[in-house]
């Protein structure tokens, strides 16, 4: 048990020299978010109007969603548990709370994976070729229908995957090439509505079967646009949800409401670059900081850029309003959000990495195999690629990559601090904060359902604070 008593236990604040330079490590206070905040106050009024104010525009109120807000409710905050972090050598100690990790909500969370993931492509995924931007949106008259049925999202993924390659391999003229796709469905616009569309990186050309890049010549997105218009209407057809007849109305229209863009080239060698792009393509559907709470009225105002419908740069809501609003695009349970497609597959990186290692190890036998397929010409990266699943990198590891700031590094003496035990037990938990005057009571909201004191629920990571990131001023 903690010894309360020991001077050398301080606040979770965290501070150490680097370069002649004091730099702070804060944890974050949950209970200080604006979203924590809107949440914790409204919480019992959202779950009683859905069915009758929200669900219309919204969808139903689907499990996943009651689940992320109580996880929510609970991350980063010490009166929930935490770990005990402690230098060997000074003995300074400080706490550190554990998180949710849920998807979709938690600004904490999602930065945290949204940092590794990017790193992952970055050093595993992207070959050093060049690559480009991809935004693929739907319009209007269609998405209620992929609101409706969210299983319409997979096949928008895949068909705007197979719109892609179609559209290189015809200006390319090589129907055996395939590119290299790294895909993420976004399901927001700017305030927050249901506004499913694509954004991809893919290389800005193909590669053969012997791993050849062949560079993209200019071509018209006009083409790429008509291919993916295409393959839509004939999902909707196929599933009964239009008519030929109205998807032959809708052709005829001027503007199909069927937007492309697609940005310069990134040079394969410009990593930091690539890594900014996937950060910003894997980013959260809304931002804490652009929303301001006011509690006397029950609004939130949310900014955004400039509505040319409105004429403004900020939307009022109910609280309850923008509750339903940001948890519509809390994805499933285990549903995919990166998907990875042709060059950049899980099998296709699974057969480069078994062929790279059958030959380094036929190699080392001294019997080189002639069988093994021609690694000349291929980028380091294409032949290097090791296909795994996106890491569990070290709470350490992502703070300091995101701010420089090293917090297992004590202040005090500059040694390694270490973890040394996890506090879950509500007596101790009580009896630590107390000691510490950090202890501000449970707040639970009334209606919210006890937490489960099983074993398998309780994630045991210390949380991962919002990082600012990300040209606001892009959004669809």
């Keep these: 048990m903690l010894a309360t008593n020991t001077p050398a236990f301080r606040c979770p604040t965290l501070i150490h020299a680097s370069r002649n330079a004091f730099v702070q490590y804060q944890p974050r206070r949950p209970r200080a978010s604006p979203l924590w905040r809107c949440l914790h106050e409204n919480f019992a009024a959202f779950l009683t109007e859905y069915e009758q104010r929200h669900r219309p525009r919204c969808g139903e109120l689907r499990p996943i969603i009651r689940e992320v807000l109580e996880k929510f409710l609970d991350c980063g905050d010490l009166h929930q548990g935490f770990a005990r972090v402690r230098c060997p050598t000074c003995r300074l100690e400080y706490l550190l709370a554990f998180s949710c990790k849920t998807r979709g909500f938690c600004p904490s969370c ?147 409401g069927f937007n492309l863009y697609r940005s310069d080239p990134v040079k394969g060698t410009h990593r930091a670059e690539l890594e900014d792009l996937a950060q910003y393509i894997l980013r959260h559907s809304f931002s804490v900081q652009k929303m301001t709470y006011i509690a006397h009225s029950n609004r939130v105002i949310y900014h955004s850029r400039l509505n040319p419908a409105t004429r403004r740069n900020f939307e009022v809501f109910t609280a309850t309003d923008f509750l339903a609003a940001i948890t519509q695009h809390i994805p499933e349970k285990g549903a995919q959000t990166v998907k990875y497609y042709g060059y950049y597959s899980n099998k296709a990186r699974g057969q480069r990495a078994k062929s790279l290692s059958d030959a380094d190890e036929a190699v080392r036998r001294g019997s080189p195999d002639p069988a093994a397929p021609p690694t000349a010409g291929l980028p380091d990266h294409s032949v290097a690629t090791s296909p795994r699943r996106i890491p569990s990198r070290a709470w350490r590891e992502l703070i300091k990559r995101a701010w420089g700031v090293d917090p297992l590094l004590c202040p005090k003496c500059g040694g390694q601090m270490r973890l040394i035990s996890l506090i879950e037990d509500d007596a101790i938990i009580e009896k630590i904060l107390r000691h510490l005057d950090l202890w501000e ?36």
Excluded at 117 to 141: G, M, N
Excluded at 451 to 466: G, Q
């Design 110 to 256: 999602q930065q945290r994976r949204t940092v590794q993931t990017a790193q992952v492509l970055v050093e595993d995924v992207f070959a050093t070729v060049p690559h480009c931007h991809y935004v693929l949106s739907l319009p209007v008259a269609v998405r209620s229908f992929f609101q409706r049925d969210r299983s319409l999202l997979t096949d928008l993924c895949r068909l705007a995957n197979e719109s892609l390659r179609e559209w290189m391999q015809t200006a390319l003229d090589r129907t055996n090439g395939a590119p290299g796709v790294v895909l993420t469905l976004h399901t927001f616009g700017d305030y927050l509505n249901f506004h499913p569309h694509i954004h991809a990186i893919a290389t800005d050309g193909l590669f053969d079967r012997t791993g050849m890049f062949t560079p993209l010549p200019d071509a018209k997105l006009r083409a790429l646009r008509d291919v993916f218009r295409a393959k839509i209407f004939w999902l909707l057809v196929q599933r009964r949800l239009l008519s030929p007849a109205l998807v032959h109305k809708f052709m005829q229209w001027k503007h199909s």
């Design 441 to 476: 009571g449970l707040a639970r909201p009334t209606d919210r359902a006890p937490p489960l004191r099983l074993e398998s629920e309780y994630v045991r990571e210390p949380f991962y604070d919002d990082i600012p990131y990300g040209p606001d001023a892009y959004a669809e």
